[in-house]
C-alpha cells in the first residue's frame, strides 16, 4: 500500500495512553472497525425501526445482534457536511462545507487530522469503497481526471480507495480507483465542465435541450439534474469523454460490494482493519439492481433500500466466512434522513394532506421532516452497532452521534486527542458499548440553521424569515407545538448556549 503522508505528523500528536474501564489490554489486538454508511436512509426505513413494506433482513439481524439506538444522529442533514463530520470530528459549518457541485476540491485540509489516520497511526488496514462527495483535488486547480487526481482519500488516511468521486447524479460517471479512472480510453480524454476547445471525443446529451434523452426517467424540471444524461439519467453538471469508464448505475452496487468483499479477504490475517463503507443507496438517481425490482411495497426508492440490505448482508457474511465476525465492531447508519422526489420522477412521491410520503410508508417514523430540514427526521437516522461479546443486544436510548465517532474510537484505541484535533468530537464510548443510558447532555444539529439539542429540549435557533423555535420531544416528537413563548428562559438560555458553542473556535468538547 502506498504511504501516507501525513502519517509521522499524525503519529506524532495522536498520544497513546492505557485505557481503564472498557480496556483493550486484555485483548489479543484492537478490534477490526467496519462502518457502512447509507444515503438519505431515515429512521423508519429499516425493519426494525418500524418499517413494514421495506424487508431488511440483514439490517434487522445486526439488530438484533447488537445495540439499536432509537436517539442516534448524523451532524447534518445534508451529506458532504455529515460527512466531513464524520471523518473529522469537526462541525462542517465552522468551515463553510455545504452540498459540493462535481468539480468541487477536497474539503479537508492537511490541519485536520482524521478517522482513518487514527486507525493508520494505530496499525490499522484502512480502506473507503463508495461515495466520497467530500471534494478532490487542490483549490485552485481543476482537476485532470486523465492523470493523477489528487489529493484524495489516500492523502487522509486511506490505504485504499474505490470511489464514486461525488454522487451519483453528478458527473463524472466514473469510478476512481486510488488516484486514476478505471477503464479511461486514452483515445477518449475526460473533461468536466466546459466543452474544451478543440474537443472531438464523446459528446452526452445535453437534457436542458434533449428532454426525451432522458429514457430512464425523466428528471423533475427546475431542480438541476438535467445536464449531462448518461445511461439515460439526466446528471448535475457536464462531463465530455470517458465513455469507456462509464458506470453502469444498475450495477453499481455489486461494483462496491465486490471490492468490499476482495479486499477484506486479501487482507493480512492478523492486522486490524478500518473498513469504510460508503454506500450510494438510497440517494437518487435510484436505479437498483433488476433482480431487486419488486421486492419491496414501493417502488425504486423502498427497492434500492432492499438492495443497501442486501450488500449490508454480503460484507457480514463476508466477515462471517473469514472468521471476523466476534472481532468486528460492526456500525451501520446514514448521513441525513430521508428524501422522496429529489430531482427525478422516479414515481416515489405520492403526497397527502399532512406530509409527503413514499406510497403510504414514512421514511422518518414519526419524526417530523427529513434531508435538508433542521427538524428530528434530518438528522435523527437508523443507528446500529455490533461487537459480539463486548456489547449486550438491546435498545439504547441514549443520546449519540457520528461526530463523536472519532473521540470514541480514540478512547478504545487508548489515544488521547490533543484539544485542537477533532474539536467537536467527545468521547461516548460508554453509551455506544450499551454501559451508559445517558449519552451526550447536548449536541448541535445544522440544516440551514443551526438546534441545540439539550436531553428533549430542542431549540431551532431563527434564521432570515424562520422564527426561533422550541420544542418539547418527550411530549411532542413530531414538532408540531412551538412553545418557545411560553418557556422564553429556557429558550434564551439554549439560545445563548448554542451561539456560544457556535462562535467557540476551541470546540464543542471544551464545553464538555
Known amino acids: ?121 494505530n496499525g490499522y488496514d484502512t480502506a473507503v469503497v463508495g461515495k466520497w462527495h467530500l471534494g478532490l483535488g487542490q483549490k485552485g486547480q481543476k482537476v485532470d481526471w486523465n492523470g493523477d487526481v489528487a489529493p484524495g482519500p ?85 462531463m465530455w469523454g470517458g465513455e469507456a469508464a462509464l458506470w453502469n448505475d444498475e450495477t453499481m452496487a455489486d461494483v462496491f460490494v465486490e471490492r468490499a468483499v476482495m479486499w477484506l479477504g486479501a487482507r493480512p490475517k492478523d492486522k486490524p482493519f478500518f473498513l469504510y463503507f460508503s454506500s450510494q443507496d438510497i440517494h437518487v438517481p435510484r436505479a437498483p439492481n433488476p433482480r431487486f425490482r419488486g421486492k419491496s411495497e414501493l417502488t425504486y426508492r423502498g427497492d434500492a433500500m432492499v438492495q443497501l440490505d442486501w450488500a449490508a448482508g454480503e460484507i457480514l457474511a463476508a466477515l462471517d466466512a473469514h472468521g471476523l465476525a466476534d472481532d468486528t465492531i460492526v456500525i ?20 397527502t394532506s399532512t406530509r409527503e410520503v413514499d406510497r403510504g410508508h414514512d421514511g422518518s417514523g414519526i419524526w417530523r421532516g427529513g434531508k435538508y430540514q433542521i427538524y428530528e427526521g434530518g438528522t435523527r437516522v437508523p443507528f446500529l452497532l455490533r461487537w459480539p461479546g463486548h456489547v449486550k443486544p438491546g435498545v439504547s436510548h441514549a443520546l449519540v452521534n457520528q461526530i463523536d465517532l472519532f473521540a470514541s474510537l480514540a478512547k478504545l484505541l487508548g489515544v488521547e486527542l490533543q484539544q485542537d484535533q477533532g474539536i467537536d468530537s467527545r468521547d461516548t464510548l460508554a453509551a455506544l458499548l450499551g454501559e451508559d443510558p445517558v449519552g451526550l447532555p447536548f449536541m448541535i444539529e445544522e440544516a440551514g440553521t443551526l438546534a441545540l439539542r439539550e436531553g428533549n429540549w430542542k431549540l431551532i435557533a431563527a434564521k432570515g424569515k424562520q422564527q426561533e423555535q422550541l420544542y418539547d420531544l418527550a411530549t411532542d416528537p413530531g414538532e408540531q407545538h412551538d412553545v418557545a413563548a411560553e418557556h422564553a428562559e429556557r429558550a434564551a438560555a439554549m439560545r445563548a448556549k448554542l451561539e456560544a458553542l457556535a462562535a467557540d473556535e476551541g470546540g464543542v468538547r471544551a464545553h464538555g
Open 1 to 121: 500500500m502506498q504511504p501516507l503522508p501525513r502519517l509521522a505528523l499524525v503519529s506524532a500528536v495522536l498520544t497513546c495512553i492505557p485505557l481503564s474501564g472498557a480496556s483493550l489490554a486484555a485483548q489479543h489486538r484492537p478490534p477490526n472497525v467496519v462502518l457502512i454508511y447509507g444515503d438519505d436512509v431515515g429512521y423508519g426505513d429499516l425493519g426494525c425501526y418500524g418499517a413494514t413494506k421495506i424487508p431488511t433482513p440483514n439490517l434487522d439481524r445486526l439488530a438484533s445482534q447488537g445495540l439499536r439506538f432509537t436517539d442516534g444522529h448524523c451532524s447534518a442533514a445534508t451529506c458532504t457536511p455529515s460527512r466531513f463530520s464524520l471523518l473529522t470530528g469537526i462541525h462542517g459549518f465552522r468551515h463553510g462545507v455545504r452540498v459540493l457541485p462535481p468539480d468541487a476540491p477536497m474539503t479537508i485540509t492537511d490541519a485536520m487530522p482524521t478517522l482513518p489516520q487514527l486507525f493508520a497511526a
Open 154 to 238: 489516500i492523502e487522509v488516511g486511506f490505504g485504499y480507495s474505490f470511489l464514486l468521486p461525488s454522487t451519483n447524479d453528478r458527473v463524472p460517471c466514473v469510478y476512481l480507483e486510488g488516484h486514476r479512472v478505471v477503464g479511461l480510453d486514452e483515445a477518449d480524454p475526460l473533461f468536466v465542465g466546459k466543452r474544451p476547445e478543440g474537443f472531438t471525443g464523446t459528446v452526452y446529451p445535453d437534457g436542458k435541450h434533449d428532454r426525451a434523452a432522458m429514457t430512464y426517467y425523466q428528471s423533475s424540471k427546475g431542480q438541476g439534474h438535467d445536464s449531462s444524461v448518461i445511461h439515460g439519467i439526466g446528471r448535475i453538471g457536464y
Open 332 to 351: 451501520f447508519s446514514s448521513d441525513n434522513g430521508p428524501v422522496y422526489d429529489d430531482g427525478y420522477e422516479d414515481g416515489t412521491t405520492v403526497p
